[in-house]
């Protein structure tokens, strides 16, 4: 995927239409690009309008319309045009917008996905172990990205989501290569915890040594 796709992509992100693999790159890319994490940012409240509306549309109703290729290019025009206009209100106005001209399909997604991702980023001084976390919540959990240094290996690890409740799950394991402070490895996992029921993450040791804690706000 070329980088002016992964911007493109932003939209559909938001809506939460990408393919499991294409997700995942754009997780990676969403970690080293600022301006589209602003834009994930500004969308959130459309995606949670969209969300918001789907679960109050009873299962009965038939869509409207079919997705098709051009939903997140409609919803990136119209929320750029919108801005360009300086209207205060212009993201409760692309929520209506994308309600009414795509109806049914873009409300299934929302349903299906949820709001946009929510970003952790958290260092230890102790350990010199740093990550950042991005989670999405799904019908069935949270769908969780990590990227993490770790100066300190070789070691197997493991992230365990901890809930509001005091439960533990382990999201993925890995091994800390040795190597530079700056060596930098990518993962992914889920936890059935819903993301609201998640109090924070921990990478921990198998043998329960705790290296870094990343706590939602």
């Known amino acids: 995927m070329r980088p002016l796709e992964r911007h ?78 300086g209207h205060r209100r212009w993201l409760c106005a692309v929520a209506a917008s994308v309600v009414l001209a795509l109806a049914a399909p873009a409300i299934a997604a929302m349903r299906a996905d949820g709001p946009g991702p929510e970003q952790l980023t958290a260092r230890d001084g102790r350990t010199g172990v740093s990550a950042t976390l991005t989670m999405r919540g799904r019908d069935w959990g949270t769908d969780i990205g990590l990227r993490v240094r770790d100066p300190q290996g070789p070691h197997v690890c493991e992230l365990v989501a901890v809930g509001t409740d005091g439960s533990e799950q382990t999201v993925t394991t890995w091994k800390a290569p040795v190597g530079e402070p700056s060596a930098e490895l990518s993962t992914r996992g889920g936890a059935a915890l819903p993301r609201e029921d998640i109090a924070r993450y921990e990478v921990r040791t198998m043998d329960g040594r705790r290296l870094l804690t990343l706590r939602r706000p």
């Open 8 to 85: 493109r992509d932003a939209g559909a992100y938001a809506l939460g239409v990408l393919d499991a693999a294409d997700t995942f790159r754009f997780d990676d890319h969403l970690m080293d690009c600022p301006d589209c994490r602003a834009l994930l940012a500004e969308l959130r409240p459309t995606a949670a309008q969209l969300a918001a509306y789907g679960r109050l549309t009873p299962p009965h109703v038939e869509p409207l319309a079919v997705p098709g290729p051009g939903l997140a290019d409609r919803l990136l025009a119209e929320t750029a045009r919108l801005r360009r206009a």
